[in-house]
Protein backbone atom coordinates (compact mmCIF):
# COMPACT_ATOMS: atom_id res chain seq x y z
CA UNK A 1 0.00 0.00 0.00
CA UNK A 2 2.81 1.98 0.71
CA UNK A 3 6.28 2.88 -0.08
CA UNK A 4 7.64 2.32 3.30
CA UNK A 5 5.63 -0.87 4.13
CA UNK A 6 3.07 1.58 6.92
CA UNK A 7 0.59 -0.93 6.95
CA UNK A 8 1.06 -3.05 10.37
CA UNK A 9 0.26 -6.39 9.80
CA UNK A 10 -1.12 -8.04 13.05
CA UNK A 11 0.28 -10.65 14.98
CA UNK A 12 -2.14 -12.98 16.87
CA UNK A 13 -0.48 -11.54 20.40
CA UNK A 14 -3.94 -11.51 22.65
CA UNK A 15 -2.50 -13.52 25.03
CA UNK A 16 0.62 -10.99 26.27
CA UNK A 17 -2.07 -8.26 25.59
CA UNK A 18 -4.43 -9.86 28.01
CA UNK A 19 -1.52 -10.21 30.55
CA UNK A 20 -0.77 -6.87 30.51
CA UNK A 21 -4.22 -5.80 30.64
CA UNK A 22 -5.24 -8.08 34.04
CA UNK A 23 -1.68 -6.28 35.20
CA UNK A 24 -2.99 -3.11 34.69
CA UNK A 25 -6.61 -3.67 36.14
CA UNK A 26 -4.92 -4.88 39.13
CA UNK A 27 -2.76 -2.17 39.64
CA UNK A 28 -5.48 0.54 39.02
CA UNK A 29 -7.45 -0.92 41.54
CA UNK A 30 -4.21 -1.87 43.98
CA UNK A 31 -1.74 0.66 43.66
CA UNK A 32 1.05 1.42 40.83
CA UNK A 33 3.26 -0.92 40.46
CA UNK A 34 6.59 -0.63 41.77
CA UNK A 35 9.06 1.36 39.78
CA UNK A 36 12.41 -0.34 39.64
CA UNK A 37 15.39 1.03 37.55
CA UNK A 38 16.00 4.51 36.03
CA UNK A 39 13.63 6.67 33.98
CA UNK A 40 13.49 10.17 32.65
CA UNK A 41 10.12 11.60 34.12
CA UNK A 42 8.57 15.05 34.02
CA UNK A 43 8.87 17.15 36.94
CA UNK A 44 6.41 19.33 38.37
CA UNK A 45 5.88 22.52 36.95
CA UNK A 46 7.42 25.79 38.77
CA UNK A 47 4.05 26.79 40.23
CA UNK A 48 3.34 23.25 41.36
CA UNK A 49 6.69 23.44 42.86
CA UNK A 50 6.23 26.88 44.47
CA UNK A 51 2.25 25.95 45.92
CA UNK A 52 3.58 23.05 47.22
CA UNK A 53 6.39 24.40 49.40
CA UNK A 54 3.41 27.39 50.27
CA UNK A 55 1.27 24.64 51.58
CA UNK A 56 4.72 23.02 53.52
CA UNK A 57 5.97 26.69 54.56
CA UNK A 58 2.37 27.47 55.92
CA UNK A 59 1.94 24.13 58.22
CA UNK A 60 4.98 25.20 59.89
CA UNK A 61 4.16 28.53 60.56
CA UNK A 62 1.06 27.50 62.16
CA UNK A 63 2.89 25.31 64.00
CA UNK A 64 5.58 27.79 65.03
CA UNK A 65 2.82 30.41 65.34
CA UNK A 66 0.94 27.56 68.15
CA UNK A 67 4.44 26.67 70.12
CA UNK A 68 5.42 30.59 70.49
CA UNK A 69 1.79 32.03 71.55
CA UNK A 70 1.18 28.99 73.63
CA UNK A 71 4.49 29.46 75.68
CA UNK A 72 3.90 33.41 75.94
CA UNK A 73 -0.28 32.75 77.03
CA UNK A 74 1.49 30.35 80.17
CA UNK A 75 4.10 33.08 80.94
CA UNK A 76 1.49 35.77 81.29
CA UNK A 77 0.67 35.37 84.74
CA UNK A 78 4.22 35.93 85.94
CA UNK A 79 5.63 39.06 83.31
CA UNK A 80 5.55 42.46 84.88
CA UNK A 81 4.49 45.52 83.50
CA UNK A 82 1.28 47.56 83.05
CA UNK A 83 -1.87 46.15 84.49
CA UNK A 84 -3.89 47.02 81.14
CA UNK A 85 -1.17 45.80 78.75
CA UNK A 86 -0.63 42.98 80.32
CA UNK A 87 -4.15 42.12 79.62
CA UNK A 88 -3.73 43.25 76.05
CA UNK A 89 -0.85 40.82 75.76
CA UNK A 90 -2.41 37.62 77.09
CA UNK A 91 -6.23 38.47 75.72
CA UNK A 92 -3.89 38.57 71.74
CA UNK A 93 -1.65 35.79 72.35
CA UNK A 94 -5.04 33.10 73.43
CA UNK A 95 -6.65 34.91 70.20
CA UNK A 96 -3.13 34.52 68.17
CA UNK A 97 -3.50 30.62 69.33
CA UNK A 98 -7.02 30.34 67.72
CA UNK A 99 -5.58 32.23 64.57
CA UNK A 100 -2.90 29.41 64.41
CA UNK A 101 -4.64 26.20 65.22
CA UNK A 102 -7.34 27.57 61.88
CA UNK A 103 -4.65 27.97 59.91
CA UNK A 104 -2.69 24.38 60.77
CA UNK A 105 -6.17 22.77 59.91
CA UNK A 106 -6.61 24.66 56.62
CA UNK A 107 -2.98 23.91 55.47
CA UNK A 108 -3.29 20.02 56.71
CA UNK A 109 -4.29 19.02 53.11
CA UNK A 110 -3.06 20.47 50.16
CA UNK A 111 -6.65 20.59 48.51
CA UNK A 112 -8.15 22.24 51.51
CA UNK A 113 -5.56 25.49 51.08
CA UNK A 114 -6.06 28.91 49.33
CA UNK A 115 -3.86 32.30 49.66
CA UNK A 116 -6.88 33.63 50.76
CA UNK A 117 -6.66 31.68 53.98
CA UNK A 118 -3.10 32.81 54.25
CA UNK A 119 -4.09 36.64 53.65
CA UNK A 120 -6.93 36.31 55.87
CA UNK A 121 -4.03 35.12 58.67
CA UNK A 122 -1.92 37.75 57.66
CA UNK A 123 -4.64 40.39 58.51
CA UNK A 124 -5.67 38.78 61.84
CA UNK A 125 -2.14 38.58 62.88
CA UNK A 126 -1.51 42.28 62.26
CA UNK A 127 -4.13 43.00 64.43
CA UNK A 128 -3.14 40.64 67.26
CA UNK A 129 1.08 41.72 66.78
CA UNK A 130 -0.30 45.33 67.72
CA UNK A 131 -1.70 44.43 71.55
CA UNK A 132 1.67 41.97 71.52
CA UNK A 133 4.23 44.98 70.22
CA UNK A 134 2.19 47.36 72.46
CA UNK A 135 2.96 45.11 75.65
CA UNK A 136 7.05 44.45 74.83
CA UNK A 137 7.26 48.33 73.20
CA UNK A 138 7.36 49.76 69.71
CA UNK A 139 10.99 50.79 69.81
CA UNK A 140 12.20 47.65 70.95
CA UNK A 141 13.67 44.38 70.14
CA UNK A 142 10.44 43.08 69.01
CA UNK A 143 11.37 44.89 65.27
CA UNK A 144 13.58 42.15 64.32
CA UNK A 145 10.37 39.73 64.51
CA UNK A 146 8.75 41.33 62.29
CA UNK A 147 11.34 41.60 59.76
CA UNK A 148 12.34 37.99 59.92
CA UNK A 149 8.56 37.12 59.65
CA UNK A 150 8.16 39.44 56.51
CA UNK A 151 11.43 38.22 54.52
CA UNK A 152 9.98 34.53 55.11
CA UNK A 153 6.70 35.40 53.85
CA UNK A 154 7.65 37.27 50.85
CA UNK A 155 10.31 34.58 49.67
CA UNK A 156 7.54 31.50 50.50
CA UNK A 157 4.52 33.21 49.06
CA UNK A 158 2.83 34.94 45.97
CA UNK A 159 2.85 38.38 45.42
CA UNK A 160 -0.87 39.21 47.17
CA UNK A 161 0.20 37.36 49.97
CA UNK A 162 3.53 38.89 50.21
CA UNK A 163 2.20 42.59 49.99
CA UNK A 164 -0.30 41.57 52.66
CA UNK A 165 2.98 40.53 54.74
CA UNK A 166 3.96 44.14 54.11
CA UNK A 167 1.34 45.83 55.57
CA UNK A 168 0.70 43.58 57.89
CA UNK A 169 4.27 43.90 59.67
CA UNK A 170 4.16 47.68 58.84
CA UNK A 171 0.70 48.92 60.36
CA UNK A 172 0.95 48.12 63.93
CA UNK A 173 4.04 49.74 64.04
CA UNK A 174 3.30 52.92 61.95
CA UNK A 175 0.35 53.20 63.71
CA UNK A 176 1.57 53.01 67.19
CA UNK A 177 4.67 54.34 67.03
CA UNK A 178 2.49 57.64 65.20
CA UNK A 179 0.66 57.88 68.15
CA UNK A 180 3.08 57.83 70.89
CA UNK A 181 5.22 60.13 68.53
CA UNK A 182 2.55 62.56 68.76
CA UNK A 183 1.84 61.80 72.65
CA UNK A 184 -1.48 61.00 71.73
CA UNK A 185 -0.52 57.31 73.85
CA UNK A 186 1.85 56.79 76.40
CA UNK A 187 4.58 53.48 75.84
CA UNK A 188 4.11 50.71 78.05
CA UNK A 189 7.05 48.54 76.63
CA UNK A 190 8.72 46.41 78.35
CA UNK A 191 11.71 47.20 76.69
CA UNK A 192 11.73 50.60 74.62
CA UNK A 193 14.34 53.00 73.44
CA UNK A 194 11.31 56.19 73.72
CA UNK A 195 11.87 57.68 77.14
CA UNK A 196 15.76 57.78 75.82
CA UNK A 197 15.65 59.03 71.84
CA UNK A 198 12.52 61.80 72.36
CA UNK A 199 9.88 62.55 70.11
CA UNK A 200 12.03 63.46 67.11
CA UNK A 201 13.90 60.35 67.82
CA UNK A 202 10.73 58.12 67.76
CA UNK A 203 9.94 59.78 64.50
CA UNK A 204 13.23 58.39 63.04
CA UNK A 205 12.67 55.47 64.07
CA UNK A 206 9.56 55.25 62.68
CA UNK A 207 10.25 56.14 59.11
CA UNK A 208 13.36 54.39 59.06
CA UNK A 209 11.60 50.85 59.96
CA UNK A 210 8.59 51.67 57.03
CA UNK A 211 11.38 52.43 54.94
CA UNK A 212 13.45 49.06 55.82
CA UNK A 213 10.27 46.76 55.52
CA UNK A 214 9.94 47.93 52.40
CA UNK A 215 13.96 47.16 51.19
CA UNK A 216 13.05 43.90 52.68
CA UNK A 217 10.15 43.36 50.67
CA UNK A 218 12.22 43.95 47.82
CA UNK A 219 15.12 42.11 48.37
CA UNK A 220 13.28 38.81 48.94
CA UNK A 221 11.08 39.23 46.08
CA UNK A 222 13.89 39.70 44.00
CA UNK A 223 15.29 36.39 45.38
CA UNK A 224 11.98 34.60 44.89
CA UNK A 225 11.30 35.79 41.41
CA UNK A 226 15.33 34.14 40.93
CA UNK A 227 14.41 31.04 42.53
CA UNK A 228 11.13 30.52 40.08
CA UNK A 229 13.64 31.84 37.05
CA UNK A 230 16.12 28.73 38.05
CA UNK A 231 12.99 26.35 38.41
CA UNK A 232 11.41 27.02 35.06
CA UNK A 233 14.59 26.91 33.20
CA UNK A 234 15.03 23.14 34.87
CA UNK A 235 11.22 22.43 33.76
CA UNK A 236 11.91 23.44 30.25
CA UNK A 237 15.17 21.48 30.01
CA UNK A 238 13.13 18.65 31.89
CA UNK A 239 10.72 18.97 28.92
CA UNK A 240 12.77 18.79 26.35
CA UNK A 241 14.58 15.88 27.67
CA UNK A 242 10.73 13.85 28.14
CA UNK A 243 9.85 14.97 24.78
CA UNK A 244 12.82 13.60 23.38
CA UNK A 245 13.02 10.58 25.51
CA UNK A 246 9.18 9.82 23.62
CA UNK A 247 10.26 10.66 20.17
CA UNK A 248 13.32 8.00 21.13
CA UNK A 249 10.80 5.19 21.82
CA UNK A 250 8.25 6.10 19.04
CA UNK A 251 11.60 5.83 16.75
CA UNK A 252 12.88 2.85 18.04
CA UNK A 253 9.26 1.35 17.72
CA UNK A 254 9.22 2.94 14.04
CA UNK A 255 12.91 1.31 13.40
CA UNK A 256 11.74 -2.65 14.45
CA UNK A 257 8.91 -1.98 11.87
CA UNK A 258 11.10 -0.78 9.05
CA UNK A 259 13.36 -4.00 9.84
CA UNK A 260 10.58 -6.20 8.51
CA UNK A 261 9.71 -4.30 5.55
CA UNK A 262 11.23 -4.26 1.93
CA UNK A 263 13.12 -6.45 -0.38
CA UNK A 264 12.06 -9.31 -2.31
CA UNK A 265 9.36 -12.13 -0.34
CA UNK A 266 8.34 -15.65 -1.14
CA UNK A 267 5.74 -14.65 -3.32
CA UNK A 268 7.42 -11.69 -5.31
CA UNK A 269 6.91 -12.02 -9.66
CA UNK A 270 4.09 -14.66 -8.62
CA UNK A 271 0.00 -13.95 -9.57
CA UNK A 272 -2.24 -13.97 -7.15
CA UNK A 273 -5.71 -13.19 -9.07
CA UNK A 274 -5.80 -10.16 -11.03
CA UNK A 275 -2.38 -9.42 -9.86
CA UNK A 276 1.17 -9.75 -10.18
CA UNK A 277 3.22 -9.37 -7.36
CA UNK A 278 6.60 -7.48 -6.31
CA UNK A 279 8.84 -6.42 -3.63
CA UNK A 280 7.77 -6.73 -0.13
CA UNK A 281 6.47 -3.43 1.40
CA UNK A 282 5.47 -4.88 4.98
CA UNK A 283 5.53 -8.42 6.66
CA UNK A 284 4.41 -9.79 9.94
CA UNK A 285 3.89 -12.74 11.51
CA UNK A 286 0.56 -13.87 10.05
CA UNK A 287 0.91 -11.94 6.72
CA UNK A 288 3.24 -10.00 4.14
CA UNK A 289 1.96 -6.98 1.77
CA UNK A 290 3.49 -6.51 -1.54
CA UNK A 291 3.34 -3.90 -3.94
CA UNK A 292 1.95 -5.17 -7.28
CA UNK A 293 0.35 -4.38 -10.55
CA UNK A 294 -2.84 -5.82 -12.36
CA UNK A 295 -1.85 -8.06 -14.83
CA UNK A 296 -4.05 -7.00 -17.77
CA UNK A 297 -4.20 -2.87 -17.04
CA UNK A 298 -0.57 -2.19 -15.15
CA UNK A 299 -2.50 -0.44 -12.63
CA UNK A 300 -0.60 -0.21 -9.77
CA UNK A 301 -1.81 -1.98 -6.33
CA UNK A 302 -0.68 -3.31 -2.82
CA UNK A 303 -1.84 -6.60 -2.35
CA UNK A 304 -2.07 -8.02 1.68
CA UNK A 305 -2.13 -11.54 2.00
CA UNK A 306 -2.20 -14.30 4.52
CA UNK A 307 0.66 -16.53 4.86
CA UNK A 308 0.30 -20.14 4.78
CA UNK A 309 1.05 -21.13 7.82
CA UNK A 310 -0.88 -19.07 9.14
CA UNK A 311 -3.85 -20.80 7.28
CA UNK A 312 -3.84 -23.47 10.86
CA UNK A 313 -4.30 -20.61 13.28
CA UNK A 314 -7.95 -19.88 13.39
CA UNK A 315 -7.71 -16.31 15.11
CA UNK A 316 -5.56 -15.27 12.56
CA UNK A 317 -7.78 -16.23 9.45
CA UNK A 318 -11.13 -15.00 11.37
CA UNK A 319 -9.32 -11.63 11.75
CA UNK A 320 -7.83 -11.16 7.74
CA UNK A 321 -10.87 -12.33 6.67
CA UNK A 322 -12.80 -9.88 8.68
CA UNK A 323 -10.96 -6.75 7.45
CA UNK A 324 -11.64 -8.15 4.14
CA UNK A 325 -15.05 -7.87 4.40
CA UNK A 326 -15.25 -4.45 6.43
CA UNK A 327 -12.71 -2.61 3.77
CA UNK A 328 -14.40 -4.48 0.80
CA UNK A 329 -17.90 -2.34 2.35
CA UNK A 330 -16.41 0.48 3.10
CA UNK A 331 -16.73 3.78 0.38
CA UNK A 332 -15.08 7.18 1.59
CA UNK A 333 -12.46 9.19 0.32
CA UNK A 334 -10.56 8.59 3.86
CA UNK A 335 -10.26 4.83 3.52
CA UNK A 336 -8.24 2.81 1.36
CA UNK A 337 -10.25 1.89 -1.69
CA UNK A 338 -10.32 -2.04 -2.31
CA UNK A 339 -10.03 -3.32 -6.05
CA UNK A 340 -10.30 -7.07 -5.43
CA UNK A 341 -10.51 -9.86 -2.49
CA UNK A 342 -9.82 -13.59 -3.02
CA UNK A 343 -12.64 -15.58 -3.58
CA UNK A 344 -12.71 -19.36 -2.24
CA UNK A 345 -10.48 -20.61 -5.07
CA UNK A 346 -8.02 -18.53 -4.24
CA UNK A 347 -4.76 -20.26 -3.33
CA UNK A 348 -4.63 -18.03 -0.13
CA UNK A 349 -6.85 -15.37 0.70
CA UNK A 350 -5.65 -12.04 -0.15
CA UNK A 351 -7.01 -8.40 -0.33
CA UNK A 352 -5.83 -5.99 -3.46
CA UNK A 353 -6.31 -2.24 -2.28
CA UNK A 354 -4.78 1.27 -3.94
CA UNK A 355 -1.58 1.55 -3.93
CA UNK A 356 -0.56 4.86 -1.54
CA UNK A 357 2.40 6.95 -1.80
CA UNK A 358 3.47 9.56 1.02
CA UNK A 359 3.72 8.85 4.54
CA UNK A 360 2.00 8.08 7.28
CA UNK A 361 1.18 10.06 10.64
CA UNK A 362 3.72 8.27 12.46
CA UNK A 363 6.53 9.00 10.00
CA UNK A 364 5.69 12.49 9.65
CA UNK A 365 5.64 13.65 13.41
CA UNK A 366 8.97 11.78 13.38
CA UNK A 367 10.38 14.62 11.37
CA UNK A 368 8.32 17.12 12.19
CA UNK A 369 7.74 16.27 15.75
CA UNK A 370 3.72 18.05 15.44
CA UNK A 371 1.76 19.59 13.18
CA UNK A 372 0.69 23.39 12.95
CA UNK A 373 -3.21 23.98 13.53
CA UNK A 374 -3.98 24.27 10.42
CA UNK A 375 -2.37 20.98 9.38
CA UNK A 376 -3.73 19.54 12.36
CA UNK A 377 -7.15 20.55 12.07
CA UNK A 378 -7.35 19.36 8.42
CA UNK A 379 -5.79 15.72 9.31
CA UNK A 380 -8.23 15.98 12.30
CA UNK A 381 -11.58 17.01 10.09
CA UNK A 382 -10.29 14.26 7.08
CA UNK A 383 -9.77 11.28 9.47
CA UNK A 384 -13.08 12.15 11.26
CA UNK A 385 -14.70 11.64 7.95
CA UNK A 386 -13.38 8.17 7.36
CA UNK A 387 -14.76 7.34 10.82
CA UNK A 388 -18.06 8.48 10.39
CA UNK A 389 -18.11 6.60 7.19
CA UNK A 390 -17.05 3.64 9.54
CA UNK A 391 -19.65 3.76 11.92
CA UNK A 392 -22.13 4.60 9.03
CA UNK A 393 -21.34 1.05 7.90
CA UNK A 394 -21.77 -0.38 11.91
CA UNK A 395 -18.21 -0.40 11.59
CA UNK A 396 -15.24 -0.14 14.76
CA UNK A 397 -11.82 0.41 13.64
CA UNK A 398 -10.52 -0.73 17.54
CA UNK A 399 -6.79 0.35 16.62
CA UNK A 400 -6.52 3.87 15.83
CA UNK A 401 -3.50 5.52 15.57
CA UNK A 402 -0.29 7.59 13.60
CA UNK A 403 0.94 4.48 12.18
CA UNK A 404 -2.79 3.98 10.73
CA UNK A 405 -3.23 7.61 9.16
CA UNK A 406 -1.74 8.08 5.97
CA UNK A 407 -1.50 11.21 4.39
CA UNK A 408 -0.93 10.48 0.27
CA UNK A 409 1.15 12.46 -2.02
CA UNK A 410 -2.45 14.41 -2.78
CA UNK A 411 -2.74 15.46 0.78
CA UNK A 412 -5.93 13.02 1.32
CA UNK A 413 -6.00 11.65 4.68
CA UNK A 414 -6.99 7.94 4.58
CA UNK A 415 -7.54 5.70 7.45
CA UNK A 416 -5.24 2.07 7.26
CA UNK A 417 -6.17 -1.15 8.13
CA UNK A 418 -9.29 -2.18 9.43
CA UNK A 419 -7.36 -5.75 10.34
CA UNK A 420 -8.99 -5.50 14.14
CA UNK A 421 -12.34 -3.98 13.25
CA UNK A 422 -15.38 -5.11 14.28
CA UNK A 423 -18.93 -4.93 12.83
CA UNK A 424 -21.30 -3.29 15.48
CA UNK A 425 -24.34 -6.01 14.04
CA UNK A 426 -22.36 -9.57 14.68
CA UNK A 427 -25.00 -10.22 17.28
CA UNK A 428 -24.52 -9.08 20.92
CA UNK A 429 -21.92 -7.07 22.35
CA UNK A 430 -18.80 -6.02 21.29
CA UNK A 431 -17.16 -7.47 24.54
CA UNK A 432 -16.89 -11.31 23.84
CA UNK A 433 -13.84 -10.39 26.17
CA UNK A 434 -11.23 -9.37 23.75
CA UNK A 435 -8.44 -6.92 24.23
CA UNK A 436 -7.69 -5.64 20.74
CA UNK A 437 -5.39 -1.86 20.28
CA UNK A 438 -2.81 -0.08 20.68
CA UNK A 439 -1.94 0.78 24.62
CA UNK A 440 -1.55 4.50 24.11
CA UNK A 441 -4.34 5.19 21.63
CA UNK A 442 -6.33 2.58 23.69
CA UNK A 443 -9.88 3.46 25.11
CA UNK A 444 -10.54 2.72 28.98
CA UNK A 445 -13.29 0.88 27.53
CA UNK A 446 -11.09 -1.26 25.10
CA UNK A 447 -8.65 -2.40 28.44
CA UNK A 448 -11.86 -3.45 30.46
CA UNK A 449 -12.65 -5.50 27.49
CA UNK A 450 -16.31 -3.83 27.71
CA UNK A 451 -18.36 -2.44 24.90
CA UNK A 452 -16.81 -0.77 22.05
CA UNK A 453 -18.20 1.51 19.77
CA UNK A 454 -17.91 4.40 16.94
CA UNK A 455 -17.06 6.80 20.25
CA UNK A 456 -13.84 4.03 20.60
CA UNK A 457 -12.65 5.25 17.56
CA UNK A 458 -13.46 8.98 18.50
CA UNK A 459 -11.43 8.73 21.68
CA UNK A 460 -8.59 7.19 19.61
CA UNK A 461 -8.53 10.57 17.43
CA UNK A 462 -8.62 12.61 20.40
CA UNK A 463 -5.66 10.87 21.52
CA UNK A 464 -4.10 11.72 18.00
CA UNK A 465 -5.42 15.16 18.53
CA UNK A 466 -3.35 15.62 21.82
CA UNK A 467 -0.07 13.97 19.85
CA UNK A 468 -0.23 16.18 16.97
CA UNK A 469 -0.61 19.38 18.91
CA UNK A 470 1.49 18.92 21.94
CA UNK A 471 4.44 16.90 20.05
CA UNK A 472 3.58 14.10 23.34
CA UNK A 473 1.79 10.93 22.95
CA UNK A 474 -0.95 11.09 25.53
CA UNK A 475 0.82 8.55 28.10
CA UNK A 476 3.92 6.55 28.46
CA UNK A 477 5.11 3.87 30.33
CA UNK A 478 7.86 1.33 30.42
CA UNK A 479 5.64 -1.48 29.48
CA UNK A 480 2.00 -2.27 28.19
CA UNK A 481 0.93 -2.96 31.82
CA UNK A 482 2.01 0.58 33.16
CA UNK A 483 1.14 2.51 29.82
CA UNK A 484 -2.67 0.68 30.25
CA UNK A 485 -2.75 1.63 34.08
CA UNK A 486 -2.45 5.24 33.01
CA UNK A 487 -5.06 4.44 30.73
CA UNK A 488 -7.61 3.42 33.10
CA UNK A 489 -6.74 5.61 36.24
CA UNK A 490 -5.67 9.04 34.88
CA UNK A 491 -5.81 11.71 32.81
CA UNK A 492 -2.85 13.06 30.12
CA UNK A 493 -0.64 16.24 31.15
CA UNK A 494 -3.00 19.17 30.52
CA UNK A 495 -1.90 20.14 27.18
CA UNK A 496 -1.31 23.66 27.52
CA UNK A 497 1.60 22.61 30.24
CA UNK A 498 3.39 21.04 27.53
CA UNK A 499 2.96 23.87 24.73
CA UNK A 500 1.52 27.37 24.11
CA UNK A 501 -2.40 26.46 23.48
CA UNK A 502 -5.06 28.53 23.77
CA UNK A 503 -6.84 27.19 27.58
CA UNK A 504 -10.16 25.91 25.52
CA UNK A 505 -7.45 23.81 24.01
CA UNK A 506 -7.32 21.50 27.00
CA UNK A 507 -10.75 21.58 27.64
CA UNK A 508 -11.73 20.22 23.77
CA UNK A 509 -9.25 17.61 24.31
CA UNK A 510 -10.31 16.85 27.73
CA UNK A 511 -13.87 15.95 25.71
CA UNK A 512 -11.80 13.90 23.64
CA UNK A 513 -9.98 11.84 25.43
CA UNK A 514 -12.89 11.56 28.29
CA UNK A 515 -12.44 8.00 30.39
CA UNK A 516 -16.47 7.65 29.84
CA UNK A 517 -17.73 7.42 26.31
CA UNK A 518 -21.00 9.33 27.16
CA UNK A 519 -18.76 12.37 27.41
CA UNK A 520 -16.64 11.99 24.40
CA UNK A 521 -18.13 14.03 21.15
CA UNK A 522 -20.62 12.41 18.99
CA UNK A 523 -18.52 12.27 15.88
CA UNK A 524 -15.35 13.42 14.47
CA UNK A 525 -16.69 16.47 12.99
CA UNK A 526 -17.90 17.18 16.27
CA UNK A 527 -14.37 17.03 17.08
CA UNK A 528 -12.94 18.75 14.83
CA UNK A 529 -15.64 21.57 14.59
CA UNK A 530 -14.14 22.10 18.68
CA UNK A 531 -11.05 21.79 18.14
CA UNK A 532 -11.45 24.67 15.71
CA UNK A 533 -13.28 27.12 17.73
CA UNK A 534 -10.59 26.02 20.90
CA UNK A 535 -7.95 26.60 19.34
CA UNK A 536 -9.14 29.95 18.12
CA UNK A 537 -9.89 30.70 21.37
CA UNK A 538 -14.22 30.91 20.97
CA UNK A 539 -14.83 27.18 22.36
CA UNK A 540 -18.81 27.38 22.81
CA UNK A 541 -20.47 28.10 26.19
CA UNK A 542 -21.70 25.07 26.84
CA UNK A 543 -18.60 22.67 25.87
CA UNK A 544 -16.89 24.48 27.91
CA UNK A 545 -18.80 24.02 31.02
CA UNK A 546 -19.17 20.18 29.80
CA UNK A 547 -15.21 20.13 30.17
CA UNK A 548 -15.01 22.16 33.44
CA UNK A 549 -17.20 19.73 35.22
CA UNK A 550 -15.64 16.79 33.64
CA UNK A 551 -12.12 18.16 34.71
CA UNK A 552 -13.19 18.55 38.29
CA UNK A 553 -14.38 14.72 38.06
CA UNK A 554 -10.96 13.79 36.55
CA UNK A 555 -8.64 16.43 36.15
CA UNK A 556 -5.29 16.54 34.48
CA UNK A 557 -2.80 14.28 35.77
CA UNK A 558 0.14 16.16 37.90
CA UNK A 559 3.67 15.96 37.05
CA UNK A 560 5.80 13.63 38.87
Known sequence: MTDRGATTVHDDSSEALTHAVGGAKRAATTGPTPRTGTTTLPLPAPEMVLRSAEVEQTRRTAIAGLVFNAIGLVAVPFLPGEHLALVIFGASLALAVVNNAYLLYIASEPQRYHERHMIAYLGMSAILNAGVIYYLGVFGPVLVMLVLNLYSACLGYGPRVARMSLAGAMAPVVVLGGLMTLGLMADPGLATLSADVGRSGRAVVVVTFALFLVLVYRQARRARELNMD???????????????????????????????????????????GSYRLGGVLGRGGMGEVYEATHADSGEPAAVKMLLPEALGRPN??????????????????????VFEVGDESAALPYLAMERLRGEDLAELLRRETRLGKSAALDMIRQVGRGLEAAAAAGIVHRDLKPHNVFLTEERVWKILDFGVSKLTDQGGSLTLGEVIGTPQYMAPEQVHGGKVDARTDLYALGAIAYRVLTGNPPYRGRDITEILTAVVAEMPLRPSSLVRLHRDVDLALALAVAKNPDDRFASGSALADALEAALAGKLPRDLRERARALLAKHPWRAPT
Open 316 to 337: AVRRFLREVRIAASLDSPHVVR
Open 230 to 272: SLRERDEAVRRASHREALFIEARQDLERALNAGGLGRFTDQTL
